[in-house]
T-cell receptor, first 109, second 117 residues
Framework: GENVEQHPSTLSVQEGDSAVIKCTYS??????FPWYKQELGKRPQLIID?????GEKKDQRIAVTLNKTAKHFSLHITETQPEDSAVYFC????????FGAGTTVTVRA | NAGVTQTPKFQVLKTGQSMTLQCAQD?????MYWYRQDPGMGLRLIYY???????DKGEVPNGYNVSRLNKREFSLRLESAAPSQTSVYFC????????????????FGPGTRLTVL
């Protein structure tokens, strides 16, 4: 089955700086890669996703890139704000979603 | 629309007790899922139902059973709870969209925090 690895497990950034989270996957048949944000005590919520026929996608301050050859994809958050503090999960889909272990992002004021 | 709802929000069980976690969605989604979330391990799929009338095992099905009661409802049952099943349980649903590639955008419920003593 699919195996998704996510790094780093924790990330602390100064407000206004950028944050980057990287994920690798094992199954070359995976074709859909969503990112979820989970605030403390809340449910995971989709923030952005990318399909295998696209290399990059941007939505305001967040962007995702996908390298199918290397089987890795990344989440980029620019101009970080305190409300970006949360746990972020990447996932890869091949008939079902497999999630990474999560990255706890802390934005320091 | 309420989206995905789960009951109960919290539950404490003793080892060996049984219980059923309830999940319902009002988005007319075809597929439904049960995950457990443990610290440092992300979300792990327990069981899923691709469509009404079908269920399949996920990554960690041992100790659990599921029932897809109808298109809206998908329940998770613990027959004999064990301390290792202490976790936060999330139900999710999705509508299978397809185009050149398949997407499976999942929407999560608020979760059930279960403690087994």
């Amino acid at each position: 089955g699919e195996n998704v690895e996510q790094h780093p497990s924790t990330l602390s950034v100064q407000e206004g700086d950028s944050a980057v989270i990287k994920c690798t996957y094992s199954d070359s048949a995976s074709n859909y890669f969503p990112w979820y944000k989970q605030e403390l005590g809340k449910r995971p919520q989709l923030i952005i996703d990318i399909r295998s026929n696209v290399g990059e996608k941007k939505d305001q301050r967040i962007a995702v890139t996908l390298n199918k050859t290397a089987k890795h994809f990344s989440l980029h958050i620019t101009e970080t704000q305190p409300e970006d503090s949360a746990v972020y999960f990447c996932a890869a889909y091949d008939y079902k979603l497999s999630f990474g272990a999560g990255t706890t992002v802390t934005v320091r004021a | 629309n309420a989206g995905v709802t789960q009951t109960p929000k919290f539950q404490v069980l003793k080892t060996g007790q049984s219980m059923t976690l309830q999940c319902a969605q009002d988005m007319n989604h075809n597929s439904m899922y049960w995950y457990r979330q443990d610290p440092g391990m992300g979300l792990r799929l327990i069981y899923y139902s691709a469509s009404e009338g079908t269920t399949d095992k996920g990554e960690v099905p041992n100790g659990y059973n599921v029932s897809r009661l109808n298109k809206r409802e998908f329940s998770l049952r613990l027959e004999s709870a064990a301390p290792s099943q202490t976790s936060v349980y999330f139900c999710a649903s999705s509508v299978r969209t397809s185009g050149r590639t398949t997407t499976d955008t999942q929407y999560f419920g608020p979760g059930t925090r279960l403690t087994v003593l």
